[in-house]
């Protein structure tokens, strides 16, 4: 069955440290990733997409994920965390034709002290 | 960029009634489709629509639910009559070759 699974419910970091999200699918084909953010009471913004070529891709924001087959996974990076960066994030997976649902994770939300 | 647009943004109605919610799609887009996340859970899958009908839909888009592209731009999501746990946000999407946009959602409150 079709799955992502974010193991982290919610995270907290320091502002100018280092984050990643951790996310891990489950799909039947090569899958197309996503990592969406949502702030409280809005709606999804897209930070960033896989669907071929280098597995490191470049999001807005400063985000960057890696795809890695082996370990079915799509970690989400950031070097220096900013307090507006506080948000939930989700990880999800489609599939590379037309007309497929998105299957999402259940996000995590990211807290940033000061 | 091109959006996905919804209207209305929020929208409160009595538990037993008919509400509509309205998107519009990307213009070049072919399938369109409904999500919806209860507060504080992730975003579930409704339907989706390609060429005037159903291609897939969840356990969740019961009778109670239906879609329509009523003219060449509009998408909607109709609830017959609506339930306090029908309560949510409600995601529009469309998608192309090589996108998959987003609206920003409608906020539906059933009270």
């Known amino acids: 069955a079709q799955s992502v699974t974010q193991p982290d419910i919610h995270i907290t970091v320091s502002e100018g440290a280092s984050l990643e999200l951790r996310c891990n699918y489950s799909y039947g084909a090569t899958p197309y990733l996503f990592w969406y953010v949502q702030s409280p009471g809005q709606g999804l913004q897209l930070l960033l997409k896989y669907f071929s070529g280098d597995t490191l891709v470049q999001g807005i924001k400063g985000f960057e994920a890696e795809f890695k087959r082996s370990q079915s996974s799509f970690n989400l990076r950031k070097p220096s965390v900013h307090w507006s960066d506080a948000a939930e994030y989700f990880c999800a997976v489609g599939a590379p034709t037309g007309g497929f649902k998105t299957i999402f994770g259940a996000g995590t939300r990211l807290f940033v002290k000061a | 960029e091109p959006e996905v647009t919804q209207t209305p943004s929020h929208q409160v109605t009595q538990m037993g009634q008919e509400v509509i919610l309205r998107c519009v799609p990307i213009?070049?887009?072919?399938?369109f489709y409904w999500y919806r996340q209860i507060l504080g859970q992730k975003v579930e899958f409704l339907v989706s629509f390609y060429n005037n009908e159903i291609s897939e839909k969840s356990e969740i888009f019961d009778d109670q639910f239906s879609v329509e592209r009523p003219d060449g731009s509009n998408f909607t999501l109709k609830i017959r009559s609506t339930k306090l746990e029908d309560s949510a946000m409600y995601f529009c999407a469309s998608s192309g070759a090589f996108g998959y946009t987003f609206g920003s959602g409608t906020r539906l409150t059933v009270v």
């Open positions: 213009s070049n887009h072919l399938y």
